[in-house]
């Protein structure tokens, strides 16, 4: 009568975990699905590290996101790739020239804007 619960409880275990798994896995690719070129006409910093970015062409319109700015998160980046994205960025700007902005156009705000995850 113990081998049947605890091949029960395994089992349930091991259902737990794959599903844990395929969550955790969705998450990691869910975060960056489209991309938009436009001509960045505002980029503003602040002391929080967050980096707003503003397109001639920017979206009106997001499900869940403020959609007046980018926003580019430096809690979820590295330094180094923060960095890369902000000389990127600073250069786009300067010259005027469009800039491709990967971004998640269905949810996973950044300080409420729409949450930029690459920048090239």
């Known amino acids: 009568m113990n081998?049947?619960?605890?091949?029960?409880?395994?089992?349930?275990?091991?259902?737990?975990?794959?599903?844990?798994?395929?969550?955790?896995?969705?998450?990691?690719?869910?975060?960056?699905?489209?991309?938009?070129?436009?001509?960045?006409?505002?980029?503003?910093t602040y002391p929080s590290g967050v980096l707003l970015i503003h397109l001639t062409?920017?979206?009106?319109?997001h499900p869940s996101c403020n959609p007046t700015y980018f926003a580019i998160d430096p809690a979820t980046l590295d330094a180094n790739a923060m960095?890369?994205?902000?000389?990127?960025?600073?250069?786009?700007?300067?010259?005027?020239e469009p800039i491709n902005i990967g971004y998640d156009s269905q949810g996973d705000c950044a300080a409420?804007?729409?949450?930029?995850?690459?920048?090239?």
């Open 57 to 61: 062409n920017q979206p009106t319109s």
């Open 3 to 44: 081998i049947p619960t605890r091949r029960r409880t395994r089992t349930w275990i091991g259902v737990g975990l794959s599903l844990a798994s395929l969550g955790s896995s969705y998450s990691a690719f869910a975060n960056y699905d489209t991309n938009l070129s436009g001509v960045a006409d505002g980029v503003y």
């Open 83 to 96: 960095s890369r994205m902000y000389a990127r960025l600073l250069t786009s700007y300067a010259i005027k």
């Open 112 to 120: 409420g804007y729409i949450h930029v995850w690459r920048i090239g």
